[in-house]
């Protein structure tokens, strides 16, 4: 496995890869590498002939008092994870490598970026989607893997690709979670023993939601006060949003019908944890 850190590097390493010949995978991540980052690079290895890993703590989708200087960095294990899955070059550039001079030039997303998440961090998608976008065009991936745990994230990169017409195609792969059910995910990491079991209770409510539209339920602001009577149950949790969209648009919907996005947001002491389902009326 090759570690790439500056964009010249990886791009002739690319460049070789296309001679050779076959599809090129790309998994976008921001390291600490955990077992949902390897159902991504899975699914890629299993998919593609040549298959890059990038690892970057992206400065520009963090706001102001944020976590990127706390974020976590452990790279020797997070190489040591991706040389096993069996990467071909993990892409690792430094912040001045990937915004070399003042950046002039944005990706803004409308419409789909400004509930849920982007109500909360105004900038953020702006930043993941110029980053993805500088991403593609430096790999040239035939194919980039995202996962459902950001389901927001993965809905804007795929407008993104549609609307500026990127030749890649876009997989969104399933939420890994953890035994009681609490998405795995980077930040758990900054959870006291009694949060990391409180925060169960947001899994708990994504069920609870389920159940009440499987029994029949399709009145959104029902189901949503039952899922706030799980989540008002977690001891310091602020719940940031709870709310059901349409899986597409990611509108709010007032009666379910058709394919639903449940959606929530909760501030666990120095973790903000997001979560949500997908629900298909369609389905009964
Ligand atoms: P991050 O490093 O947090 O930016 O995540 C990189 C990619 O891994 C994103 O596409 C995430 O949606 C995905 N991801 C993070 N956690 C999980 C999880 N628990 N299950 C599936 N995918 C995940």
Redesign the pocket.
Known sequence: MEVAKTIESIRALIKAARRVGGKIGLV????ALHV??T??IEAAVKACDFVVVSIFVNPTQFGPGEDFEKYPRPLEADLEICEKAGVDVVFNPTPQEMYKAENLTWVNVEKLTEGLCGASRPGHFRGVATVCAKLFNIVQPDVAY?????AQ?AIVIKRMVVDLNMPLEIVV?P??REPDGL????RNKYLSAQQRKDAAGIYRSLQKCKEIIEAGETDAKQIIAQMHKILDEIPGGEIEYVEIVDAETLERVDAISGRALAAIAVKLGPARLIDNILVDTTKQ
Do not use: I, R, Y
């Not at 976008?28 to 390291?31: D, Q, R, Y």
């Not at 995202?146 to 950001?150: A, L, N, R, S, T």
């Not at 998405?183 to 980077?186: L, T």
């Open positions: 976008p991540t921001m390291g949902g980052h159902s991504l995202f996962g459902q745990k950001d994230q792969c939420t890994v998405a795995v995910s980077s």
